[in-house]
């Protein structure tokens, strides 16, 4: 008999197991972390990252993962002379691991941005901006989603 | 449904850094739902948004399926004219909604 | 998420195990809470903000069906209450009332159905549409910071028994009360969120959960197939006399609607 772990798709069959445990995460989940540091490196085309000037903006614990409150700010001026052009943000287990890319310049004034996402589950965020030196800096946070009992089905 | 609820300050000074806010009224399926009667939901999510004021993109952003429903996007801007600033969303069929809102510039 | 409902099941046995006989007694008023309360940071800072709580859309949909004029060409809802925000202030607080003409209770949204096909000649809307969300959402608002004070109109005595009973009647494969867990249970943990007080004072609500507006029928009717019972259907006299007991039983409580709930 083929052992279905061999041939199905790795990621699929880890959140299917995941799922049948009931929201817990279980097994090697480096899969899904491998995804988000793939979708990192098309974002700065291989370019170090420096941990630093980022800051992700998120409660430790979420609500309802349908929708988690998330400000991003980068400590670094924004004026024609140095600026945020870019800030992504990634997670390690959505279905994909994009969660947006802000474009900002000069006229931005400052570099915060407010937004709400989902959260399929507990898992690591990151959030990349890239500098108008050409620099990239990072931070990651870990948000919990509490588990709700009444939901709708 | 209304479309959008927009908040822009009605007055600002010159060279002042103000924020923006702007709500959409927009599922963000992410193609990953069934309904109620287990067929699936297609993707359906507005996959950009831009803010263009005084002649210029002020702000732009890439949205995925992680945005959440009703996507909520506030950031800032440098008050330089009085005049509209729009709001522009798209979805990946390409159809865009704008909303406008006027500010009054001092100094 | 295909698999919450496992999850549901699961938690709610866990639950059932330790929770102590119904003691059928309501909430002091002194003790009374909003669902606000034990809302976390963040959803209470969506619904403090306008810009920020998705139940505005509605409301704004709903003032501009206030004014619309129906095709029959009979008067807009404007047309005969003018200003909802003079007209309609209050009457969340206060509903459901006695409709004299079913000769039993009715809720706003009942109300705003019974204008449209009987004095503005238009077809009624389909409960949980967007149109009548809107309305109810928008005639809400009026009332939003006001006390909620029940209607003593004393033909709604025998109405709101019902709903009293009904509401520590065991029911459902888990045989399971509202009141077991809403008036025993409150402020403890089920999974990983609270137990709420299970108050009215915010609906028409925008729900995390349903990443959308609902009404209070459609979270009752979430709670009756949470516990395993068959849910009545949307418009069940059951559903509006308990309307009418929860409301008397969040006495005192402000009103919040367009309120955002977990």
């Not at chain 1, 959505?94 to 890319?101: F, G, I, Q, Y």
Request: hydrophobic share 40%; charged share 20%.
């Amino acid at each position: 008999m083929t052992n279905p772990l061999l041939h199905a798709d790795r990621r699929k069959v880890l959140i299917t197991l995941a799922g049948a445990a009931a929201f817990a995460s279980i097994g090697p989940a480096n899969a899904e972390t491998a995804d988000m540091e793939a979708a990192i490196k098309a974002f700065t085309k291989g370019a170090p990252v420096t941990t630093g000037k980022v800051k992700i903006d998120i409660s430790p614990l979420v609500e309802n993962g349908n929708s988690a409150s998330m400000g991003i700010f980068v400590d670094h001026p924004q004026t024609a002379k140095a600026f945020v052009r870019r800030i992504a943000v990634f997670n390690e287990k959505n279905p994909s691991p994009e969660v947006a890319v802000f474009h900002l310049n000069p006229r931005s004034g400052s570099s915060r941005v407010d937004t709400r996402i989902r959260l399929a589950t507990t898992q690591h965020l990151a959030a990349v901006a890239e500098l108008s030196d050409g620099s990239y800096w990072t931070d990651r946070r870990e948000v919990i989603i509490t588990i709700a009992a009444c939901l709708e089905e | 449904m209304a479309k959008a609820l927009l908040k822009v300050p009605k007055t600002a000074k010159k060279g002042e850094v103000i924020t923006l806010s702007a709500m959409f009224s927009h599922q963000m399926e992410t193609g990953h739902r069934r309904d109620a009667d287990g067929q699936a939901v297609p993707r359906d999510i507005i996959s950009l948004f831009t803010c263009n004021y005084d002649g210029a993109e002020v702000f732009r952003a890439d949205l995925f399926p992680a945005i959440s429903a009703y996507p909520l996007m506030s950031f800032t801007t440098v008050a330089t004219v009085s005049g509209p600033i729009i709001f522009t969303w798209t979805d990946e069929k390409g159809k865009t909604w704008t909303e406008m809102a006027e500010i009054a510039v001092e100094g | 998420m295909r698999f919450r409902p496992v999850a549901s099941v699961a938690l709610l046995i866990a639950f059932v195990a330790h929770v102590p006989s119904a003691k059928a007694e309501s909430i002091p008023s002194a003790d009374r809470k909003s669902g606000f309360d034990q809302m976390g940071p963040d959803t209470q800072a969506m619904q403090r903000d306008d810009a920020r709580n998705p139940a505005m859309l509605a409301v704004r949909e709903g003032e501009a069906l206030w004014s619309e004029v129906p095709a029959s060409g009979k008067p807009s809802c404007a047309g005969c209450h003018r200003e909802a925000p003079v007209t309609m202030k209050g009457v969340a607080a206060r509903y459901p009332v006695f409709d004299a003409a079913s000769v039993r209770p009715i809720d706003i949204t009942g109300r705003i159905q019974q204008c449209r096909t009987e004095r503005q000649g238009a077809a009624a809307w389909p409960r949980e549409s967007g149109p009548l969300l809107a309305l109810t959402a928008y005639v809400g608002l009026q009332s939003r910071g006001a006390t909620v004070e029940p209607s003593a109109d004393t033909r709604l005595a025998s109405f709101r028994d019902q709903g009293k009973q009904f509401f520590s009647q065991r029911i459902g494969q888990l045989n399971l009360s509202c009141a077991m867990c809403h008036d025993d249970n409150w402020g403890k943990k089920l999974g990983g969120s609270f137990i709420p007080q299970g108050h009215v004072n915010g609906y028409p609500l925008f729900r995390l959960e349903w990443q959308g507006v609902g009404s209070l029928q459609r979270r009752i009717r979430n709670c009756l197939t949470g516990v395993r019972a068959e849910p009545f259907a949307y418009g069940d006299p059951v559903l509006v006399n308990l309307e009418l007991y929860l409301k008397e039983r969040g006495a005192g409580l402000q009103i919040e609607t367009p309120a955002v709930r977990p």
